[in-house]
Structures are given as structure tokens and as C-alpha cells.
């Protein structure tokens, strides 16, 4: 990853220490609207926890709360955004995201069910100039560590769509990853959760832990 999280990113990558070995943390981004940005609690610790033991990284398995519209969004290259329902951004708040990603943060955005309608809304204020446009199955995010070759992973239902991933690209880079119809977040919940089947579970992980990894080799 470029910009301003460039050292950060390396120094996770190839697990390095910084900061006298303090973890880096992956984040959860909180948003008006009346959605639940707040679903799957268990997601992004499960996540952070599967990296570190199969792609080296060094993340604390507690993840950070972060409103869109604080600067403290800059403190983390990599937030993770989900929910059932509406999404609403200010004027200044998606000026404030939209500073974040040019500035080399990265956007995981999971639908996880009803959200979709809103979130597009939301990100065109972000960025106006641009469309979401489906990523093609031969795309580096679903080549890292893990291959799929048929792009993301069908993990719940939901309206019977096929899974698809779209990508907002700011100068050439990719700087908001849109996982549709897939349900990825709920795939890295905590089992019992939805008693999903492991073997999806890790599918499920697998997918994220390629985001994960291209969002800060990128």
C-alpha cells in the first residue's frame, strides 16, 4: 500500500515489529443511517486471528471502532464496513473517507443483507466521479494466498444471486472492495453463530484473509 500507510503496511506484512511491537489493529467503521454497522461481533476478531496463523501478520485480535467521520480513520489502513439496512454520510463525513482512501486507506465493504441500495448511495458522495464495476475472476484479490478461481465464495443465500465483488479505484488503485450476496462477515463469525459448515467457514476466511493481504501489498 501506498501514501501514508506505506512503512505501516510493509512492517505488518512481512511482520516486522514497530511501535516496540504493538499489534496493528483491524477496524470496524460506524455510520449513521440507522443501519447495524455494528453486526457480527465475532467477524473481524476471527479474522484477525486466521491471518496471523496463515499469512504471518501480526494483528490484535481486538479490532477498533471507528466513526467515519473522525480522524481517527487515519490511524488504521484497513476498515471493515457491514450491516443489514440504511447508510447515511454527511457532506463532511464523506469528504473525510474519501481523504482517507485517497490517502492509501483501504475499504472492505460486506453486504450483509439489505444494505445494498444505501451503500451505493453513500459511496457516490465519496466519490461522485466514479462507479462501482464488478472486479473479473482473474483479479489479484482472489489470487493471493488463496485461490478462487470463480471469484467469491457463496456463503449465505440470501435473494439466490450469485456472489459478486465490485471495486472503487481511485488513480488506478483499488480503494474500496464491495462483496455482495456473499455474506462474508457472517462465513467469520464465531461457528455457532449461524452454524455455517466449517468448510465454508474457512472458505469464508480464506476470502478475507486474500483481502486482507491485497489491500496492504497493493
Not at 466519490?127 to 482473474?138: G, Y
Not at 449461524?194 to 501489498?217: T, Y
Request: charged share 20%.
Amino acid at each position: 500500500m501506498k501514501y501514508i500507510f506505506s512503512a505501516i503496511a510493509l512492517s505488518l506484512l512481512f511482520n516486522f515489529t514497530i511501535e516496540d511491537n504493538k499489534s496493528l489493529q483491524l477496524a470496524l467503521l460506524k455510520y449513521n443511517g440507522g443501519g447495524d454497522w455494528y453486526a457480527n461481533p465475532t467477524a473481524l476478531p476471527n479474522l484477525a486471528i486466521f491471518c496471523n496463523q496463515n499469512l504471518g501478520t501480526n494483528f490484535d485480535s481486538d479490532y477498533a471502532t471507528v466513526d467515519v467521520g473522525s480522524a481517527e480513520i487515519f490511524n488504521y489502513p484497513f476498515i471493515h464496513m457491514t450491516g443489514h439496512g440504511n447508510v447515511v454520510f454527511s457532506d463532511t463525513e464523506a469528504e473525510n473517507l474519501r481523504n482517507y482512501l485517497i490517502a492509501g486507506g483501504f475499504l472492505h465493504i460486506d453486504d450483509n443483507y439489505g444494505m445494498d441500495p444505501y451503500v451505493r448511495a453513500a459511496m457516490k458522495k465519496v466519490f461522485p466521479e466514479q462507479e462501482f464495476t464488478e472486479l473479473p475472476f482473474e483479479h489479484e484479490i482472489y489470487r493471493q494466498n488463496f485461490t478462487f478461481k470463480n471469484g467469491l465464495p457463496k456463503i449465505h443465500k440470501h435473494d439466490d444471486k450469485p456472489a459478486q465483488g465490485f471495486g472503487i479505484r481511485h488513480e488506478g488503485r483499488l480503494v474500496a472492495y464491495y462483496t455482495y450476496e456473499t455474506d462474508l462477515g457472517d462465513g467469520w463469525e464465531d461457528q455457532e453463530v449461524h452454524k455455517d459448515p466449517e468448510d465454508l467457514r474457512q472458505r469464508s476466511l480464506q476470502m478475507g484473509a486474500n483481502i486482507v493481504q491485497f489491500a496492504f501489498q497493493q
